[in-house]
């Protein structure tokens, strides 16, 4: 035991978990903590608005695997970070989220920035702690930095500002890090028999395989069974893109071979996913789910077994451990591998599937003339995209079209706004990502829409010196959604047109770089000049209106009308 003040004890325990970097904007609340950060070692951060930092912590943990972390002045600055912190939670990511509050001695009296700070996250956390006394400051700090991890989403630390002061003698809490296991032994047999007895044995590859570092394990268990691999819904860097059984993604904009593929399979794996319901929707017409077959799940939380989906055997394990075990499993069974009889057809039918694919993807990139066609521009991105990059993607049709155009070759590559879907997410993530991960090119693609809502980040690049690139998609729309007014309200265009300025020279303004392009042969180059710049760069690009398939087909309706005055807004 040591005697040290509250604030004390709160940043030793930061540092006891290895805390280098936090997001946030400056508050009286926490003031007495915030000062010893620096002599910490400890990088504060400054954001624009604090839903920025919430994200910024959340690309900073899916990156670096470690806790993000963030914290804001009581009251408002913490109700901004409610978009983020769900967010954080649909995307698994382990982010600690600090909240001072208002102080004790006078909550409930409806005094400045007062609001009832837990119930508001209760439904968006895994995990949260309220500071009542000083001398727990330490071991609850800790337990939300443990529990992030161990149950990956966001915990919140809630601490009343009068919490911050005082001394008594504390000890500070070590990490208690818990070893995840393969899963029960009964259900990783079956799952090793039916994939034995597989004629078409195809693996949906999840977030788990990269949460858990247990790509390698994949990789050898696909290939014994020389398995193809289709990644589930924004995990294209499940699974590396050039390895000859990948097929690419599921899902919204996801790749046809993966779809193609995985509607012939007889046995699937699915190896670290939750099998998200939006994630496995009907896309390209096809209809790819295959109902008939025998589905392995092995997920880590054993509430997402079966829970989408009917499974024949849930696994409830850690990915890497799971996919090692079923692998020695299959090794001692060599002789019953079914798969290993047709492996040249199934193979053959992979490389016919694969090139069609690439031949339809060349063809929709062919558009020429300005502005640029989203598919070109997606395509020219994503040739002149360095091999080690990270990207962000927002929530926009040109974001969501660019799912067939992202392939990575290792893990921790790819941070789309997940599940939670949110407008805005794509840039700070990247900035929190960059921040993880500084010799890594960090890129966000952004519509010029949700480019409104987080351009002001750009103030935290130039002020922090963070070079990331901001790819954003003028094509003066809120296109997602003008595509439902397109489908089902016969073009009747509300809310959807935006009349933008050049945002390349707001960037300049901001003391960041700008460029603007509107011809396909400028696109390749641009990206390169920016994502090879010490300075965070806007990337504008001019692109038609033309949009891809909308988001939720399956959710909207034809309108129909009852009243008189709205007749005229039916759609028969
Ligand atoms: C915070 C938030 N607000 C609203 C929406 C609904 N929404 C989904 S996509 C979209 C349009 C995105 O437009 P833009 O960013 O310009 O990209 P584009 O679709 O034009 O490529 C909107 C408003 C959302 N997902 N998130
Ligand atoms: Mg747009």
Redesign the pocket.
Known sequence: MTRMTSSEAFVETLLAHGVTHIFGIVGSAYMDALDLFEPAGIRFISVAHEQGAGHMADGYSRVTNRQGVCIAQNGPGITNFV?AVAAAYWAHSPVVVITPETGSATMGLGGFQETEQLPIFSKITRFQAHVSRQDRIAELTGRCFDLALAERGPTQLNIPRDMFYGEFDASIPKPIRIERAAGGARSLDEAAKALAGAKFPVIVAGGGIVMSDGQAEAIQLAEHLSAPVVASYLHNDAFPARHPLMCGPLGYQGSKVAMKIIAQADVVLALGTRLGPFGTLPQHDIDYWPKGAKIIQVDSDHRMLGLVKQISVGVCGDAKAAAAEIFSRLQTMNEAIVSRANKDVRMAELKKQKDAWESELDLWGQADGTPVAPRRALRELEKAMPRNAMVTT??????SVSNSYLRFDKPRSFFAAMSF????YAFPTAIGAKVGAPDRPAVAY?????WG?SLQETLTCVRENIPVTAVV?N?G?????KKNQIDFYADRYVGTNLVNPSFAAIARAMGAEGITVDRPDQVGDALRQATSSDKPTVLEIMVTQELGDPFRRDALKKPKRLLDKYKAYSVA
């Open positions: 978009t927002d929530i926009g049709n040109i974001c879907g949110n407008c805005g952004v519509g010029d829409g949700a809502m998609f094509n729309q809120w296109g997602a959604e």
